[in-house]
């Protein structure tokens, strides 16, 4: 299979004008892979959501995107990662309606319904990076849990 | 960063007055900044022209995320103090999908399938005046 050139990316996170590169470039990425326009704005959705965390609670970071093959089924593998204060617990930062912030409290665990697997590496001083797999069709395995 | 194509147009949002309704049209991708920027607008522009009604058509928009949606929301809250009525009109079917699956509900804003539909329901006849934007409502400066 073809790597789709254009898809591997690292982008900054650190203005809200960044979140915007963030989101064209989810979009682009996407599409190349042969998402569906539900799957894209799915997908473009979420990573709003967790590139805004990257920048909000996060202080700033980056987002890597890769290409991903599974049998012959295309991914997009997005990875948001800070060096912020990390998330000190993890299952009250999910459920929805928790927010540190001034917010709804819907990112994280929005994001989560939004793509087919997805992973928090976070410690307390130590940054945080959430980690999200979706598939160009349906997802080959069941979701992943955290 | 080389990307294939234009900058999204995320700059200022014009405040459109048709008679007594205020119509907005966001396009493309807002950046947070330009969102805040717009509620405060929309807030001055009600007071100002008296309006009864908001219409935002979100047709050009791709995706609304829980930033955006909590910004509509109180664009919508805000206007009700101020006795006018928010319509959001227009939403692409893949954005009501995904943000019933975000879990974003968004209670108090009612839709509308186009933009002529919203027009009626907050302005009461004046959708039929929309190729006249200079219409003023009497007393307004
Ligand atoms: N990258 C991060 N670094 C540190 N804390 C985080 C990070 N991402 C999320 N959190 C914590 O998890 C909480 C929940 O995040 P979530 O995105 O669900 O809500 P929110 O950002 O507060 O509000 P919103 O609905 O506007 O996204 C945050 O309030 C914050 O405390
Ligand atoms: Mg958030």
Not at chain 1, 23 to 30: F, I, S, Y
Not at chain 2, 60 to 81: M, N, Q, W
Request: with cysteine; proline share 6%.
């Amino acid at each position: 299979m073809e790597t789709a050139a254009g898809v591997e990316a690292c982008l900054p996170i650190r203005s809200d004008m960044d979140l915007v590169w963030v989101r064209q470039h989810v979009r682009q990425a996407a599409a190349q892979l042969g998402f569906g326009l539900v799957d894209q704005t799915k997908l473009v959705t979420a990573a709003s959501e967790l590139a805004r965390n990257t920048l909000v609670h996060g202080g700033g970071g980056r987002m890597e995107a890769a290409h991903v093959v599974r049998g012959r089924v295309n991914g997009l593998r997005l990875a948001f990662a800070d060096d912020g204060p990390g998330i000190p617990d993890l299952d009250r930062a999910l459920t929805d309606g928790y927010t540190s912030g001034d917010g709804l409290g819907m990112g994280l665990g929005g994001a989560r319904r939004l793509v087919h697997e997805f992973a928090i590496d976070s410690a307390p001083g130590a940054g945080t990076t959430v980690t999200v797999t979706s598939w160009a069709v349906r997802p080959p395995h069941p979701r992943e849990v955290v | 960063m080389t990307h294939g194509f234009p900058p999204p147009a995320t700059g200022h949002v014009p405040v459109l007055r048709l008679g007594d309704v205020l119509l907005v049209t966001l396009q493309g991708d807002l950046h947070d900044s330009a969102a805040e920027q717009l509620q405060q607008d929309i807030g001055e522009a009600i007071t100002r022209n008296r309006a009864a009604g908001v219409v935002i058509d979100l047709t050009g928009v791709e995706i609304v995320d829980s930033f955006l949606g909590r910004v509509l929301a109180e664009i919508a809250a805000k206007a009700r103090l101020l006795a006018a009525e928010t319509v959001v009109a227009g939403m692409r079917p893949a954005v009501a999908i995904t943000m019933v699956e975000l879990g974003l509900y968004l209670p108090g804003l009612r839709t509308a399938l186009s933009t002529e539909d919203a027009m009626r329901l907050v302005g009461g006849g004046y959708a039929d005046t929309v190729a006249r934007p200079g219409g003023r409502r009497p007393g307004s400066p």
